[in-house]
């Protein structure tokens, strides 16, 4: 696929329409989680998560696979997974006080990531979409936030463990985003 073709700026592709959709679902699982006094409520929460999670491991695949790759696309995934993120683990505060350290350091990671692409947007350059580790990190994330929604009866120190395991993945890909950064100076 050509990238001024004309497949690759069209706006309406099922890949779009899943992520769009992705968006569509935040706030029905904040309402959700957010008045949730069960732990079948909490787990109607994740269940909303988890499809959010399934059609953005599909989205990509459909992508690839029928040829709609689309410069919307490209933008609007990260977008849909970076909110998906900060929605969710910002509901999560509410419940678990050790969470808004996750917070603070996905909104320093993401704003980094949002400076820098801008940045390079605007000379003409962006990122080819996310590196491996940008993926894993993505996965780590949706594993754990996904598990703190799903059991909300769980220990302080199980908690703790996940949310140390979401921001050290959170840093490490910060970490290893910034020579990616630094070496699109030079093209």
Not at 10 to 33: D, E, Q
Not at 92 to 104: A, D, G
Not at 137 to 151: D, E, G, I, N, S
């Amino acid at each position: 696929m050509k990238e001024n073709g004309e497949e690759y700026n069209k706006i309406i592709t099922i890949p779009n329409m899943m992520s769009f959709f992705r968006l569509a679902l935040l706030p029905v699982f904040a309402c959700i989680y957010l008045n949730a006094k069960t732990v079948r409520g909490y787990q109607t929460a994740a269940l909303v998560l988890f499809i959010s999670a399934l059609t953005d491991m599909l989205d990509g695949k459909i992508a690839r696979k029928y040829h709609m790759i689309s410069r919307l696309g490209k933008a609007l995934d990260p977008i849909a997974d970076k909110m998906t993120h900060i929605v969710v683990v910002f509901c999560l505060c509410s419940r678990y006080r050790q969470v808004w350290i996750l917070l603070v350091i996905l909104a320093v990671k993401e704003s980094f990531m949002g400076i820098m692409g801008i940045i390079y947007l605007r000379k003409g350059r962006m990122l080819d979409g996310a590196h491996f580790f940008g993926k894993v990190c993505t996965t780590v994330l949706f594993a754990v936030l996904l598990v703190l929604v799903f059991l909300p009866q769980m220990s302080v120190f199980w908690v703790n463990m996940l949310v140390a395991a979401a921001c050290a993945a959170c840093l490490v890909t910060w970490v290893l985003y910034i020579p990616v950064f630094w070496k699109m100076k030079d093209k």
